[in-house]
């Protein structure tokens, strides 16, 4: 995708005043404002309705500026030279002189931080003199954006800019590792953690729902289209909508394909766009055929349990 520069300048003079604009990143579009500023932080809970017991992402371009807010250590930078700009967020020890807003991380002394790939968001990241705060761009327990139709679709005209970055490629959020002590891993996402495993030669804990107490919007429901959802289905009728992984002789109406060729990364990207088709039809539930518990389909299994909690 070309860049369009003077959507670049807008976004660049918004963020210096303070206010907030979704940005395109590579997992989910990201609703951002100046980390720094209690202001464009203060907004960005508020236009998402999200507790502010839950901290947000940082967004970082160069490890320059990470410098002024974390404490880094081996497995991070080990970490990061494999695998940023990407789908990973590390958290790390906050500094006691950091200008990081305490909007941000609530009065944690730890602080989650990203670089991410898309090249509109490493633009953008390279024309501030400050990091950006950027949740995923939903009302928060709703389904995260994968482009701008999408954050419209959450928010109509209450944000100030959508900056247009195309389609998400990966389409579900980062994949996010504690290296404050032993690393965890705190949610399964955009980067599949056997590639993290294997790079270690160790099998990295997952600290999944109840043990998890490090990520308070892991616990209940999040991801919801807002009807409820069945998993490992084989039949439906028609009035709920069918999520399917396999290619069928008969397709129906209410079919909707994550994919037709098998390829669970293909199924992840596809997720979200699908649920939020899904959403704005007027089914009463979705039913979702059996998913292979692996790869990506461990990330898109545990998304729809997420979603499917009552
Ligand atoms: O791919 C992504 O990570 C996207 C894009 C926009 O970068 N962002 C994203 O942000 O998914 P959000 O706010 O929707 O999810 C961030 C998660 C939350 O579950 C939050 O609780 C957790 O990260 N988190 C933030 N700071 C943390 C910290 N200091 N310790 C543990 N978890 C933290
Ligand atoms: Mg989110």
Redesign the pocket.
């Known amino acids: 995708m070309k860049y369009n520069l003077s959507n670049i300048k807008k976004s660049i003079n918004l963020l210096n005043k303070d206010e907030c604009i979704a940005i395109p990143?590579e997992?989910?579009?990201?609703l951002a404002g100046n980390a720094y500023s209690d202001r464009a932080t203060f907004q960005i809970f508020k236009l998402k309705k999200r507790p502010n017991k839950?901290?947000?992402?940082v967004?970082y371009s160069s490890l320059d500026m990470l410098a002024n807010d974390c404490e880094t250590n081996d497995i991070f930078y080990k970490l990061y030279r494999k695998f940023s700009p990407g789908?990973i967020?590390f958290?790390l020890k906050l500094k006691n002189e950091s200008k990081i807003s305490k909007n941000v991380?609530n009065k944690?002394k730890?602080?989650?931080i990203?670089f991410?790939s898309h090249p509109l968001a490493k633009k953008l990241l390279n024309s501030l003199n400050f990091p950006l705060a950027?949740?995923?761009a939903n009302i928060s327990t709703r389904i995260?954006p994968v482009s701008k139709d999408d954050v419209l679709d959450e928010f109509g005209g209450k944000i100030k800019f959508i900056l247009d970055g195309g389609r998400s490629k990966i389409g579900l959020?980062?994949t996010?590792i504690?290296l404050v002590g032993k690393p965890k891993i705190?949610?399964l996402?955009?980067l599949d953690r056997k590639k993290i495993n294997k790079f270690f030669k160790i099998n990295i804990k997952y600290f999944h729902k109840s043990n998890n107490m490090?990520?308070?919007?892991?616990s209940k429901l999040h991801y919801s289209p807002g009807i409820p959802i069945k998993l490992n289905v084989t039949k439906t009728n028609q009035n709920e909508a069918f999520i399917l992984i396999k290619k069928r002789k008969k397709t129906l109406k209410n079919y909707y394909y994550l994919t037709k060729t098998k390829n669970l990364k293909q199924a992840a990207k596809n997720l979200y766009k699908t649920l939020r088709k899904i959403k704005n039809k007027n089914y009463k539930s979705i039913s979702v055929e059996k998913i292979p518990n692996n790869g990506f389909g461990e990330v898109i299994n545990e998304r729809l349990k997420r979603a499917s909690i009552k």
Do not use: C, F, M, W
């Not at 490090?214 to 892991?218: A, I, S, T």
């Open positions: 990143t997992t989910v579009y990201g839950n901290p947000l992402i967004h789908p967020t958290i991380t944690k730890t602080l989650a990203r991410p950027a949740p995923s995260s959020e980062s996010i504690d705190l949610r996402g955009g490090r990520v308070p919007g892991q």
